[in-house]
């Protein structure tokens, strides 16, 4: 699977945008994008994924570019419980369900 | 109720002791996972199941063994506990709808364990 690059952690006020970015440099055409976030030890929450097309629902919304190095996930309107590790994710689809985690951004939000 | 549940939540053994971690869900999907995650790092797969015959090795499967006794249950053992398997264990499920695994994995809750 494609290795990730994210930045350890990132601030963001409450209610502003928060955007988490994601190199994936060495990703290949058929892995996909995931993006999932752990609270405090709970266990991860998949959040979005997505191939090359941006992708929005209702937690976030994935930009990924047009050549997929690279890809932004945007929180809109972040709020305290928005705080977590945000882990970037890029595994093929036939990879049944197994997924590599990196050591994600730690992204807090203030109030 | 949790969809996945794990139990115990939090234990503290001894070195050399054997230690098994439940994980049942509710959400009728056929494959299961434990992944294992340490301070400060990510989360490594330690086995994974796709139905009940089904049961493969992860990246980290040595000293640890698993038992899928139904769809719905997946337990991981610790034959011979030692320090560095003091970590916090995570049971994970996913569906693969239309025979498309869309790579979503439900997590319980996790269980912490502290080997002395």
């Known amino acids: 699977d494609a290795k990730t690059t994210q930045p350890p952690s990132m601030d963001c006020a409450e209610g502003r945008a928060a955007n988490l970015p994601c190199n994936h440099s060495t990703i290949s055409g058929n892995e996909y994008v995931y993006w999932y976030r752990q609270i405090h030890s709970q266990g991860p929450q998949y959040i979005i994924h997505g191939l090359k097309n941006n992708e929005t629902n209702e937690m976030a919304s994935l930009i990924i570019t047009e050549d997929r190095k690279s890809s932004t996930l945007i929180l809109p309107h972040a709020t305290l419980r928005d705080t977590a590790v945000y882990y970037c994710i890029v595994r093929p689809r036939t990879s049944y369900g197994k997924l590599t985690f990196g050591q994600g951004t730690i992204l807090t939000v203030h109030p | 109720d949790a969809d996945v549940t794990q139990t115990p939540r939090n234990r503290i053994t001894k070195t050399g002791k054997r230690i098994m971690l439940e994980c049942s869900q509710t959400?009728?999907?056929?494959?299961m996972y434990w992944y294992r995650q340490d301070p400060g790092l990510g989360l490594r797969l330690i086995y994974y199941s796709f139905d009940v015959k089904d049961i493969n090795k992860g990246e980290i499967s040595d000293g640890y063994s698993v038992s899928r006794q139904a769809q719905a249950k997946f337990s991981l053992s610790l034959e011979s506990a030692i320090p560095n398997q003091t970590a916090l264990y995570f049971c994970?499920?996913?569906?693969?709808?239309?025979?498309?695994?869309?790579?979503?994995?439900?997590f319980g809750e996790g269980s912490r364990l502290t080997v002395l």
């Open positions: 959400k009728g999907h056929d494959r």
């Open positions: 994970a499920t996913s569906d693969p709808a239309g025979r498309m695994d869309t790579g979503e994995l439900f």
